[in-house]
């Protein structure tokens, strides 16, 4: 199995932090050098490892963003 690359390339936020250390956070990532997406997700308190998460495009953040505010 291939390693996946990935940069945070802006964090926005951290949502939760659990009792272990792992904190589910808002960032911009770009996964093997591609195009940088809206990633929602836990991560190690090193940011070595994650869970699986959700990544979202620039007119999916913005419908999210729509449906949360009505």
């Given at each position: 199995?291939?390693?996946?690359?990935?940069?945070?390339?802006?964090?926005?936020?951290?949502?939760?932090?659990?009792?272990?250390?792992?904190?589910?956070?808002?960032?911009?990532?770009?996964?093997?050098?591609?195009?940088?997406?809206?990633?929602?997700?836990?991560?190690?308190?090193?940011?070595?490892?994650?869970?699986k998460g959700?990544?979202?495009?620039?007119?999916?953040?913005?419908?999210?963003?729509?449906?949360?505010?009505?």
């Amino acid at each position: 199995m291939a390693d996946i690359k990935y940069e945070i390339v802006n964090h926005i936020g951290v949502l939760s932090t659990s009792p272990n250390g792992w904190t589910k956070e808002l960032n911009v990532v770009s996964w093997n050098g591609g195009q940088e997406k809206y990633d929602i997700r836990d991560w190690s308190p090193d940011h070595t490892k994650m869970s699986k998460g959700i990544t979202l495009n620039e007119a999916e953040i913005g419908q999210l963003r729509l449906l949360i505010i009505k």
